[in-house]
Every structure is written in structure tokens, then in C-alpha cells.
């Protein structure tokens, strides 16, 4: 199974002081895969990309918008063991490598 989705988010506003705006984009892919080893034991394993990224004008200094990208790479796997119609065990691990890029130093003193 996989699932892939794209959503945006844009805030922008007047002030006195200058215009300020706020861009966000943010995509997520995920795949998952299930493999039955017995009638009593099932193992899951799948993949998943997050990728955000933030363009804004506020948090920083409204004359320099910076960008500030975040990617997240995670992957994992899951074992399910079913000894008794009423008893379950789940045994998983994931591992999630997370990039993001600087953020702009500050000039406010």
C-alpha cells in the first residue's frame, strides 16, 4: 500500500512596518508492505519522505525572506506474532533521518 499527499499553506498581512508572508509547502509519501510468514506471525516493513519546506518574511527580516527546507527520511519495520486468538505480540523499530537546512542569524540587538 502506498499514500502520497500534497497540501499549502500561505498566510500573508499588511502592516505598518512592511508586508509579511508566510509559504509553507508540505508533500508525505508512504508505502507499507505486509508478509505473512505463518498463520500465526505477520512482518511489516515500509518506507516514508516527508518533505517541508517554510518561506517567510516574519520570522526573521521582512527586507530578507529565507527559505528553510526539512526533509525526513524514515524507515521501518514491525513484527506481529498471534500465539493465541486472544494474546498478541509487536516487536518494531523505525529510523527516522531528519535534514534541515540553517536558519538565518539574527540582527535584532
Request: aromatic share 12%.
Amino acid at each position: 500500500m502506498a499514500t502520497a499527499t500534497v497540501s499549502t499553506n500561505d498566510y500573508d498581512s499588511l502592516s505598518p512596518s512592511g508586508d509579511e508572508f508566510t509559504h509553507n509547502l508540505r508533500a508525505v509519501f508512504n508505502t507499507r508492505s505486509e508478509v505473512l510468514i505463518s498463520n500465526q506471525n505477520f512482518l511489516a516493513g515500509g518506507f516514508e519522505y516527508h518533505r517541508e519546506q517554510i518561506k517567510d518574511t516574519y520570522i526573521a527580516d521582512a527586507n530578507k525572506p529565507f527559505l528553510l527546507p526539512r526533509t525526513t527520511l524514515a524507515y521501518f519495520a514491525e513484527n506481529r506474532r498471534m500465539p493465541t486468538g486472544q494474546w498478541s505480540i509487536m516487536a518494531g523499530v523505525r529510523v527516522d533521518d531528519i535534514r534541515t537546512g540553517a536558519l538565518p542569524p539574527c540582527d535584532f540587538r
